[in-house]
């Protein structure tokens, strides 16, 4: 039975004999095969309508042309390649990079801002039952694809190039051959299952073969995304209105083959599509390949370009094209030549989108925005004149221009240690004149309008670039204006992109995840994230999570001593808080403060939900101590029963980490531990019911000793609760 089906039990079932005959149910209709191709015949009507839809794709991408020439140019200029934006043209040839400095030390900073040093970057909201597993298993997902280096620098730094956001969500899965050693004794069959016998022990070779499935991110160009109407603030608005969203894509001849395979394309068009690839003409920007030059990498090979294309397509209820069916979304593949490659519903249960695109800078009416190095690539064009004209007026000085007197004899020779025999004002040397101050007065005042306007100070550098010292005053300054504008810079990363992009993860977890190969990854971990899992419909709703990682680095004196210092304002208050109707949980803070403290992985495991530690089958715990996890002991746990199952698994497969032997000690004990408690109830019935300690005839307890007061010292840098402000939170006295 596949998952989510559901079915009604029967009188008979139930145990109520053959009864009264069910009254017939309306059947559900079946899901709709999203793997079901749509281009149909060469002449279909789906045909004709993608038609009309690739001739608006190739006159948009016609129209953001100069756009993608200018994203070039400023790729240039970050990437401080001479072009023919200079105005002198002389024998230096030297690049000033101001803005490469720039916009590295914005991407330093936003990204420093975005992943805070606890590790803690993901926030579950508005709902009242935590998953701290599940989002444990989300920041696992985004250390394992390196999201900080690999997807969030790159994504600051072609957003502040080319004015625009631009990142693809998809899953992916990886094929592993794993090998292990396993030790046992000599197995025997007994009774037709194999029994460990006693003797020496074998050593064996076990190949296994697992799929391990994660969520991967592909930062895009913005040269190679195309949102048709161009006027539109979302891309849900303009699929909505009829619009498209293109991506272009190139593909090999592997990769042709692969989405053949795949059933992404047709049999017929991978052939063709192969056919022309050496006809192919490459007149759109490629800037993937600039850059790769620019590293000194010249590749070679033909490539086939491909536009992947999400618009709404008319279908009816069983999913085929229908002209006058409902709009649902599609995935198209345009080949050249106006060719369709295949067409099929969206493969993501969500039905959204995966691309993620934002401007930098919002401007109404507009979809895509202006790249920050368009206002200041010509004072970095100015800046790389002053310094190869003060270059080359030095270089020129260095071989000075000789003025000899006609009537004078002989030729002068330029050597080392030449005499010249000549009247007094026969000869003189001219000598051009110092533009150094000049040129470095014409770069100064470039990078000072630079900085500015990128919104750069002195605190993002690696070096001060003021002259002389600045005073403490100064520095708190740039501090409190660089924390403000990076908070305010990256507010459209964590909203528009960050947030919306761990939806998408917790969706594609939901829909691609193996929970099998999550709990042998992470074991009791593992086994909780199974059971926390997040339908798409209860995502962003029920279920928020956010990134929330730019907050963090504010919040540290709030972490600090404000939380405490809440805590102990607010218990004295319980009484009248309870009286008004309010309760009070300090577990949910002390939650919270560990995982920002620890990060959510660790934060999780210190503060355990006793809600989460239900009792576990003897063989899901055998699994998991195969596997080396520590499992916990739960005191509902039928000791007797797990002993036998955890004994039995013990004797035939061994225990090559050493967790079976501790776990059944554990088991033991917890027996042990029942068996006191259930003395002392009876000791204390027959007593007359009281306590032992406690009823007449008994010994009353003495005083007992306390334990040290801890004396633990603060972190470095920490606040002394006398000197905390408190953020408008009252102080309560100490007593003297």
Not at 541 to 567: D, H, T, Y
Not at 617 to 623: L, T
Not at 718 to 735: K, L, S
């Amino acid at each position: 039975m596949a998952d989510g089906d559901q079915f009604v039990l029967g009188p008979a079932e139930l145990g109520g004999g053959a009864g009264p005959e069910p009254e017939e149910e309306a059947v559900s209709p079946a899901p709709v095969d999203r793997d079901r191709d749509l281009l149909g015949g060469s002449r279909s009507k789906i045909r004709s309508k993608l038609d009309k839809i690739f001739d608006d794709i190739a006159r948009g991408f016609e129209d953001q042309k100069d756009r993608a020439d200018d994203q070039a140019r400023f790729w240039e200029a970050y990437n401080c390649e001479l072009n023919e934006c200079q105005y002198y043209q002389g024998i230096a040839q030297i690049f000033f990079p101001i803005i490469h400095d720039a916009v590295n030390a914005r991407v330093t900073r936003f990204t420093n801002q975005m992943f805070p040093q606890g590790g803690h970057a993901i926030e579950q909201t508005a709902s009242d039952t935590q998953l701290p597993d599940l989002v444990g298993l989300l920041e696992h997902y985004l250390q394992n694809a390196h999201f900080e280096t690999n997807v969030m620098k790159p994504l600051c730094r072609q957003g502040d190039i080319e004015g625009q956001y631009n990142l693809y969500v998809d899953w992916a899965e990886l094929e592993r051959q794993v090998v292990s050693r396993e030790t046992h004794g000599p197995r025997i069959e007994m009774g037709g299952q194999q029994v460990e016998a006693p003797g020496e022990e074998i050593e064996d070779i076990k190949e296994e073969t697992i799929v391990e499935g994660f969520p991967v991110f592909e930062v895009l160009h913005d040269c190679d995304v195309l949102v048709l109407p161009q006027t539109v603030d979302s891309i849900q608005e303009a699929l909505s209105k009829g619009g498209s969203v293109t991506i272009v894509r190139r593909w090999t001849k592997t990769k042709i083959d692969q989405m053949e395979e795949g059933g992404q394309i047709t049999k017929a068009a991978a052939k063709d599509l192969k056919d022309a690839m050496a006809k192919m003409s490459q007149g759109e920007v490629n800037q993937e390949k600039k850059l790769v030059e620019h590293v000194g990498i010249h590749a070679k090979g033909s490539e086939a370009t491909v536009w992947e294309t999400w618009t709404m397509l008319p279908l009816d209820d069983k999913g085929a094209y229908d002209e006058e069916g409902r709009a649902r979304l599609c995935r198209v593949f345009f080949g050249p030549d106006r060719a369709a490659l295949g067409c099929k519903r969206n493969p993501y249960w969500n039905d959204r989108c995966p691309l993620l695109s934002a401007p930098v800078e919002k401007i109404a009416g507009v979809f895509k925005g202006a790249s920050m190095i368009a206002h200041v690539a010509s004072l970095q064009y100015e800046a790389n004149d002053a310094v190869n004209e003060g270059a080359d007026a030095a270089t020129l000085s260095a071989g000075p221009i000789i003025r000899q007197a006609r009537e004078a004899s002989g030729p002068l020779v330029l050597a080392i240690g030449a005499i010249w025999k000549a009247n007094q004002g026969e000869i003189e040397m001219m000598t051009f004149p110092d533009l150094t101050p000049r040129a470095v007065t014409r770069v100064q005042m470039a990078l000072q309008a630079i900085f500015q306007s990128l919104g750069v100070n002195p605190s993002m550098l690696p070096q001060q670039t003021r002259a002389g010292k600045p005073n403490q005053a100064q520095v708190a300054q740039e501090q409190a204006v660089d924390l403000l504008t990076t908070a305010e810079g990256v507010k459209v990363l964590t909203q528009q992109i960050c947030t919306p992009t761990l939806g998408w993860m917790v969706d594609l977890d939901y829909q691609f995840r193996d929970t099998e190969i999550v709990v042998r990854q992470f074991g009791d971990m593992g086994r909780q994230a199974e059971l926390e899992q997040v339908a798409p419909l209860q995502n962003r709703n029920g279920f928020s999570f956010a990134w929330r990682g730019a907050e963090q680095v504010k919040m540290q004196a709030m972490l600090q001593q404000q939380i405490p210092a809440l805590v102990n304002v607010t218990l004295p208050f319980l009484p009248q808080l309870k009286a008004e109707g309010y309760d009070f949980r300090m577990a949910k803070v002390f939650q919270a403060a560990y995982q920002n403290l620890l990060g959510s992985y660790m934060g999780s495991q210190v503060l355990i939900d006793q809600r989460h530690q239900l009792t576990v089958p003897p063989d899901e715990e055998n699994a998991m101590l195969s596997e080396g996890f520590e499992v916990h002991v739960h005191p509902l746990d039928q000791d007797i029963e797990h002993l036998k199952s955890h004994m039995a698994d013990f004797q035939q497969n061994g225990d090559p980490h050493g967790t079976k032997q501790l776990h059944i000690r554990s088991h033991l004990q917890s027996m042990q531990m029942k068996n006191a408690a259930a003395m002392q109830q009876q000791m204390a019935q027959r007593g007359g019911g009281q306590p032992p300690g406690g009823g007449p005839g008994q010994p009353q307890p003495g005083a007992q000793p306390a334990g040290p007061r801890p004396m633990g010292k603060r972190p470095p840098g920490a606040m002394h609760p006398d000197r905390a402000a408190g953020g408008g939170i009252v102080q309560m006295p100490r007593r003297n």
